[in-house]
C-alpha cells in the first residue's frame, strides 16, 4: 500500500502532457496558434515555408505565436507548420486562458 501512490504520482506526471496537449488542440478558425518547435531550427525560415508570420515582438526558444491568411492556402495552418517542422501546433485561444485573458 505504502508503494501504490508513488506510482500512481509518477503515471499521472507522465499523463500530464499528453492531456494537455488534446486539450489544447486547435478547435476553431482561430488562425493565431503556439507554435513548439525544436531550438535548433531557424525560426523564421520555418514560418517562410509555411506561410504563416510570427504575432508579437518577442518568441520564446522552443515557441512562437503565428498565424496566416487562412484564405490564400488551401492547406490548414497546423499541417504546414508541422510539414515545415514544428513539433506541435497549439489553439493561441489555450495560451491566453492560461494567462487569464478572456
Not at 492547406?75 to 493561441?92: E, N, P, S
Amino acid at each position: 500500500m505504502n508503494r501504490v501512490l508513488p506510482v500512481l504520482l509518477i503515471a499521472l506526471s507522465f499523463a500530464v502532457g499528453p492531456l494537455i496537449a488534446v486539450a489544447a488542440a486547435p478547435q476553431g478558425d482561430d488562425p493565431v496558434r503556439l507554435v513548439l518547435l525544436p531550438p535548433w531550427m531557424d525560426r523564421d525560415e520555418m514560418l517562410r515555408q509555411s506561410g504563416a508570420w510570427q504575432v508579437g515582438p518577442f518568441a520564446a526558444p522552443f515557441a512562437v505565436l503565428a498565424t496566416t491568411d487562412q484564405a490564400s492556402r488551401p492547406m490548414a495552418i497546423d499541417q504546414r507548420l508541422r510539414t515545415a517542422g514544428a513539433w506541435t501546433v497549439l489553439d493561441g485561444s489555450f495560451l491566453a486562458a492560461l494567462c487569464g485573458v478572456t
